[in-house]
């Protein structure tokens, strides 16, 4: 007789199941930050914009528009932040309470399992949200590095440090746009693991289904060709 194979509470399925939730993830991220060459990303397409910003920063005058910018981006990470905090809070006032979770599966006839199984998936959507605070987090800090190099940017084009600057403070931006995206990626997945709450199967089809909305936003939408036209060189 075979034994199948468990890992505490999840059974084989669960742990496909998780498997592609978080190979999912992993892949997203990787085919967003390295794409191909000739299929550029909208994440990819945005640094060549970014570092474009830095360059007509150096001559415009006055910099209240790029101050502006820079500061809304700052604004944007510390919602996120904030939302994901009270996420985890809740995620995990929840796990501390487990009769709620049998009550909560009763109620909406949703997929059953002890509850330490019920804490394990409630707990993969906490620690997805937990990544995503960490990068808002950080992202918000080398904006405002960002900000401290932009400012820094000498007013005079033609001084030597000018352009090097101002190609320094793209760096910390682009930076950190990409732990703001991803931190949103987390959130997305987050949202996702949450479809394990109906079982297996719906955790394998929400993860697929985040994955090639993920995908098409950044390969294949209205806003990745809008950016390829006319780009930065």
């Known amino acids: 007789m075979i ?10 399925l669960d ?6 939730l978080v190979g999912a993830w992993l892949l997203i991220g990787h085919l967003t930050e390295h794409p191909p060459a000739h299929r550029p990303s909208v994440g ?19 910099r209240i528009f790029d101050s502006a910018m820079i500061d809304g981006l700052r604004q944007s990470t510390t919602f996120f932040a904030s939302t994901a905090l009270i996420a985890i809070g809740g995620g995990l006032a929840l796990i501390g309470n487990p009769e709620q979770l049998t009550d909560l599966a009763q109620e909406f006839a949703l997929a059953s399992g002890p509850k330490l ?13 937990a990544n ?5 987090v950080w992202s918000h800090r080398l904006f405002s590095y960002a900000a401290i190099a932009m ?7 033609t001084d030597p440090l000018a352009y090097p600057r101002a190609e320094q403070a793209a760096r910390l ?18 949202l996702a693991s949450l479809a394990w709450l109906l079982g297996p199967w719906a955790l394998i089809g929400a993860s697929l289904f985040t994955f090639g909305m993920l995908w098409r936003r950044e390969f ?11 780009p930065p060189a």
Do not use: C
Not at 15 to 20: I, M, N
Not at 120 to 129: D, E, N, Q, Y
Not at 177 to 183: C, L, T, V, Y
């Open 3 to 12: 034994e199948t194979f468990h890992i505490g509470p999840l059974g084989p």
């Open 15 to 20: 742990l496909t199941a998780l498997v592609t």
């Open 117 to 129: 199984l019920w804490e394990t998936r409630i707990l993969t959507a906490v620690l997805f949200g």
């Open 44 to 62: 990819k397409l945005m640094e060549g914009y970014r570092r474009e910003w830095m360059r007509q920063l150096v001559t415009r005058q006055p």
């Open 173 to 190: 931006n682009i930076n950190a746009a990409k732990s703001f995206n991803r931190g949103l990626r987390a959130v997305y997945f987050a």
């Open 151 to 157: 400012a820094a940017v000498p007013n005079d084009a």
């Open 132 to 136: 995503a605070f960490l990068k808002f």
């Open 220 to 230: 294949a939408s209205v806003a990745r060709q809008a950016l390829l036209e006319n």
